[in-house]
Structure formats: C-alpha cells, structure tokens
T-cell receptor
Framework: AQSVTQLGSHVSVSEGALVLLRCNYS??????LFWYVQYPNQGLQLLLK??????LVKGINGFEAEFKKSETSFHLTKPSAHMSDAAEYFC????????????FGTGTLLAVQP | NAGVTQTPKFRVLKTGQSMTLLCAQD?????MYWYRQDPGMGLRLIHY???????AKGEVPDGYNVSRLKKQNFLLGLESAAPSQTSVYFC???????????????FGPGTRLLVL
C-alpha cells in the first residue's frame, strides 16, 4: 500500500531564503507523486506532479521537486521565498489504480518572515 | 469556467440533523471525490465516483452517503450529524484515468461544517 510522510508540520523561513519541504513515500510500485498548495480558506491547487520521465519536475510559482527513488523522496524546493508563498503544502501519492485515488500527507504549514 | 464549486460555504448543524453538500463541476470530468480535512490529518477520502450512477467507499465513509445522478454533480449527505463530523469538506474532480491513474485532481473551495 502507498503512504506519504511529510517531516515538519510547521516550517518557517525568511523572505528570500531557500524553501525546503520534505516528503518521503512508501510504494510497492513506481509512484506517481504530487505536491498541492492550499492558501488560507481556499481549496487545494496543484503545484507539480511526477509520473514518468525527468525526475526533476518544475511547477508553478518557481517551485520544483526531484524524485529520488533511492531515497524514496520527493522534496519540494524554491530558491527564494516570497511572502505570498505562506500556505499549507501537501504531498500526495497516487494509489496507481484506475480510480485515480490520492493518499495525502498530513501537510506542512509554511510561514515566511519579513 | 467555474471549475469545481461547492454549496454551501459554511453551515452549522445540531447533533442529529441532516444535510446535503453539493459539488458541481463544469469540466466534464468523469471522476469525482469527497474528502474531509482535519487539523494534523491531511485530507482523507470519504467516497468517490468514477462515473455517473456509480459510487464507492473511501477511507472514512461511515456516517456519510453519496449520490451521482448527474455527471456534473456529486452530493454528500449526512443523515444524522455528529460532532465528530465537524470538519472542512472538499470536493475534487479529475479526468478519466488510465489503468495506473496519475490524472490531476481539481479541488473546490471547501465547505466548513460545524456540528454542535
């Protein structure tokens, strides 16, 4: 069965600093991996996803993530944080079935300090 | 193009009352999902549908029922609300997926439900 672990429920960075949000997965088959962002009082929006092909995936708003099979990781990064990046971030893994279900991590709340 | 919309945005219920949450999508997507979001627990799947007239249980289905009579609508019902069902409910929709999934799910703005 697939599962996702997000290390750090709260992360705080200074504006302009590197953002690193950690995600590790467990999957019995090659995983499909997703990062979603949730701004306050809104629904979830896709940042990026990995299915096949290039292991470094670029998403919206300057975010990127790298699929590392050897480390079972899919960490999300952004070189320079902006105040508008303050939000909750969810990593998810597909159940790899035709039902297209996702298994979500517990989320990481990112705070950006001025 | 509104995407996925949810009605109502916020509701307060008393224990034992019933209500229906409506999800509507204008993307002509085949699949629809209902999740609940609780602090520190991420999103958990309640029920889902892979097509009009079909529904299936997710991870936390107890106390909820669903119906998908029309392709564009997915209804979530609470027959007898309990305080444990206080949560934020999200609906999502995705395209028809291949055998291994991988299609993006598009989310609505959520419904906040408080059960007293």
């Amino acid at each position: 069965a697939q599962s996702v672990t997000q290390l750090g429920s709260h992360v705080s960075v200074s504006e302009g600093a590197l953002v690193l949000l950690r995600c590790n997965y467990s999957s019995s088959v090659p995983p499909y991996l997703f990062w979603y962002v949730q701004y306050p009082n809104q629904g979830l929006q896709l940042l990026l996803k990995y299915t096949t092909g290039a292991t470094l995936v670029k998403g919206i708003n300057g975010f990127e993530a790298e699929f590392k099979k050897s480390e079972t990781s899919f960490h999300l990064t952004k070189p320079s944080a902006h105040m508008s990046d303050a939000a909750e971030y969810f990593c998810a893994v597909s159940d790899r079935s035709a039902t297209n279900k996702l298994i979500f991590g517990t989320g990481t709340l990112l705070a950006v300090q001025p | 193009n509104a995407g996925v919309t949810q009605t109502p945005k916020f509701r307060v219920l008393k224990t034992g009352q019933s209500m229906t949450l409506l999800c509507a999508q204008d993307m002509n997507h085949e699949y629809m999902y209902w999740y609940r979001q609780d602090p520190g627990m991420g999103l958990r799947l309640i029920h889902y549908s892979v097509g009009e007239g079909t529904t299936a249980k997710g991870e936390v289905p107890d106390g909820y029922n669903v119906s998908r009579l029309k392709k564009q609508n997915f209804l979530l019902g609470l027959e007898s609300a309990a305080p444990s069902q206080t949560s934020v409910y999200f609906c999502a929709a995705s395209k028809l997926a291949g055998a291994a999934g991988g299609e993006t799910q598009y989310f609505g703005p959520g419904t906040r439900l408080l059960v007293l």
